[in-house]
T-cell receptor, first 112, second 114 residues
């Protein structure tokens, strides 16, 4: 079945550091890939998405590229801020978007 | 969009009791999803509706769980004879069919079974 594997956290960084959170997936067909973010006390929000191979999703300085050859969708940001502290979830949807399958989440802690 | 609304925010119950949660999706969102999230884990799919039709149920959803969406608007999730293992955050999400591939999530209902 479809599944998503994320690097374990927490990831602890200083402000302005470079961020990478690894995500790999297993899926049949042509899934769409997503990063969702959960800020403390809030619901999950879509951060970015990519719907086909080699697409790059970007938002709020975060980027991720859909790599079919390595089945990966790593999240990157060049310079993190304290306000980026949250839990980040990688997810995929099967062809036709019936539902989302999530990874276990990676907590990011950014200190001043 | 007024957002996806879930009630109650918190529910504490004793083992063996029944509980019911409500989800009000964004209006005109005809797809509605239920997920369960335990501490340190990602959301796990439970079930989803297209309008009033329940189209898929996860094998995680035991016979003690039932979800309804009688008029294709709000939905309820009932857990009968709760067990301590049912303690989790129950999340509701919605989207418009043929709309953007994006789920809008509510803030969830935190269930604690004592």
């Amino acid at each position: 079945g479809n599944s998503v594997t994320q690097m374990e956290g927490p990831v602890t960084l200083s402000e302005e550091a470079f961020l990478t959170i690894n995500c790999t997936y297993t899926a049949t067909g042509y899934p769409s890939l997503f990063w969702y973010v959960q800020y403390p006390g809030e619901g999950l929000q879509l951060l970015l998405k990519a719907t086909k191979a080699d697409d790059k999703g970007s938002n709020k300085g975060f980027e991720a590229t859909y790599r079919k050859e390595t089945t990966s969708f790593h999240l990157e940001k060049g310079s993190v801020q304290v306000s980026d502290s949250a839990v980040y979830f990688c997810a995929l949807s099967s062809t036709g978007f019936q539902k989302l399958v999530f990874g276990t989440g990676t907590r990011l802690l950014v200190s001043p | 969009d007024t957002g996806v609304s879930q009630n109650p925010r918190h529910k504490i119950t004793k083992r063996g009791q029944n509980v019911t949660f409500r989800c009000d999706p964004i209006s005109e969102h005809n797809r509605l999803y239920w997920y369960r999230q335990t501490l340190g884990q990602g959301p796990e799919f439970l079930t989803y509706f297209q309008n009033e039709a329940q189209l898929e149920k996860s094998r995680l959803l035991s016979d003690r769980f039932s979800a309804e969406r009688p008029k294709g608007s709000f939905s309820t999730l009932e857990i009968q004879r709760t067990e301590q293992g049912d303690s989790a955050m129950y999340l509701c999400a919605s989207r418009r069919d043929r709309g953007p591939e994006k789920l809008f999530f509510g803030s969830g209902t935190q269930l604690s079974v004592l």
